[in-house]
């Protein structure tokens, strides 16, 4: 008789999160006809970290402690891979969570990696550079044992850039005793970053706009496109919409909301929040409450900030009839069968967002042999993998009569099951 520990014992990771994390991986699971046994695996992470460590003020007397997290979801195909999050509600079980999406994004476009996330639980906006860079390297260090090239490589995601990397590879590389460039990704072009991977995601993300459009009659000429979030993926989406022709007509980031029928001036607003750092006080559009930049009339949504944010409510109200999400877990999923009986066209995270990942692999290899590609490369295997992974998505989907979520969700976890399968039980 089987003892059902895994599932006994009140999970340590528990949150809303990641409970949505593990309902929507047991509807997929069962769906499948998964093996009950690596189902059971992975619906736990491999290992979790959890480290608390303190940080000097800007003011020399005051120290103050921070919570910071790793988790590695499945350590089977390789080394793990995923971001560091800043933002002042992290905790255990969202970056739980967002490490397993992880693994079924990397099986999804079919990099050799397993999921991983990492996160301090601390508010960006609140640290000067120097505080930032000080909470940066004493993270590192108090997760040195669990991250290197071979093992678990950390990105940027929310509250963390190219800087921050930079701090990561060089605390690792102190510790070593040699330059690692490839302990990180997203990490500035003279440190070995790759070219284009500031850009991955949102371009990767709207790379895919132009096949999904096909798929709901959409002309993206003077399409209308809203965009939640204006950082790193945000700012790079809304971009390569206007390449495309597409009108931005509403942005927004934690402090502001703007609406401009027109469409606003993505150059403008991005050299206003690399001057200012937020979107308050820009005067391209009118200001809107930020609750309602998903009430705007448009053709194409964009959730690019933080996750659970298309509520039912939300969903009920969308007028769009393309989501590509930008954010990791944006969609509740009581909201996804909303969304699918009006007809939206939802490209799920774990395909929409994989771009960020796909770079981060090629910058990977490239520190690895020391060997450079160009732009052009880049771009050019980023859209072939990204257009390929969708079209397999699709016809999963078209044979299985379901949504994009749940045939991304198939595809991912039926390759991670059959490398445990092929691996078998240690020992
Ligand atoms: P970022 O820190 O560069 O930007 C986040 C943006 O979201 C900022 O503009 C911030 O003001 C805004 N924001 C935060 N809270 C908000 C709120 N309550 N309402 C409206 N806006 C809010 O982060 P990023 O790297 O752009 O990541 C955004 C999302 O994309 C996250 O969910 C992240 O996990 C996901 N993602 C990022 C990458 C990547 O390569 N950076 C890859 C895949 C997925």
Not at 228 to 236: I, L, R, S
Request: net charge negative; aromatic share 6%; proline share 4%.
């Amino acid at each position: 008789m089987k003892r059902e520990i895994l599932n006994d014992v009140t999970r340590e990771w528990d949150s809303k999160l990641y409970d949505e994390a593990l309902s929507t991986f047991d509807r997929v699971a069962d769906r499948m006809g998964l093996d009950a046994n690596i189902a059971e695996r992975l619906r736990v992470p491999q290992r979790a970290m959890v480290v608390t460590f303190p940080y000097r003020l800007d003011d020399y007397s005051e120290v103050e402690s921070v919570f910071g997290y790793r988790v590695q979801h499945v350590l089977t195909m390789g080394p793990t891979k995923g971001g560091i999050r800043y933002a002042p509600d992290v905790n255990l079980g969202e970056v739980a969570a967002l490490a397993m999406l992880m693994t079924w994004k990397c099986a999804i476009v079919g990099l050799p990696f397993g999921g991983a996330k990492g996160g301090v639980r601390i508010n960006p906006f609140d640290l000067s550079r120097a505080e930032k860079q000080r909470v940066t390297r004493r993270y590192t260090a108090e997760i040195i044992n669990v991250i290197g090239p071979n093992k678990d490589i950390p990105a940027p995601d929310m509250g963390t850039d190219e800087q921050v990397m930079a701090w990561i590879m060089d605390t690792y590389s102190q510790q070593v005793g040699h330059s690692v460039p490839a302990v990180v990704t997203g990490k500035p072009p003279a440190l070995g970053g790759s070219v284009a991977r500031r850009e991955a995601t949102g371009r990767g993300l709207v790379s895919l706009l132009p096949v999904a459009a096909l798929h709901r009659d959409l002309k993206l000429d003077g399409a209308k496109v809203v965009i939640q979030g204006f950082g790193n993926v945000g700012k790079y989406a809304a971009l390569a919409a206007v390449e495309l022709g597409c009108k931005v007509i509403g942005i927004s980031d934690h402090t502001a909301a703007v609406h401009n029928d027109s469409g606003i001036d993505i150059e403008a607003a991005m050299s206003y929040v690399d001057k200012n750092r937020v979107l308050e006080g820009f005067e391209g559009g009118d200001v809107i409450d930020g609750g309602d930049i998903f009430k705007l009339d448009c053709d194409v949504v964009i959730p690019a900030a933080i996750g659970g944010v298309i509520t039912p409510e939300v969903a009920e109200h969308l007028t769009a009839s393309i989501m590509l999400e930008g954010a990791n877990g944006p969609t509740a999923s009581e909201a996804d069968p909303i969304l699918h009986d009006k007809g939206v066209l939802v490209v799920p995270d774990v395909l929409a967002n994989a771009g960020g990942v796909t770079v981060s692999y090629f910058e990977w290899v490239q520190d690895l042999q020391n060997y450079f590609w160009s732009e052009s490369e880049i771009v050019a295997r980023l859209r072939e993998i990204m257009n390929r992974a969708f079209d397999e998505v699709m016809s999963i989907a078209t044979r299985e009569k379901t949504d994009l979520r749940t045939a991304a969700l198939m595809k991912g976890i039926r390759r991670v099951a059959d490398a445990k399968l092929a691996r078998g039980v240690f020992p």
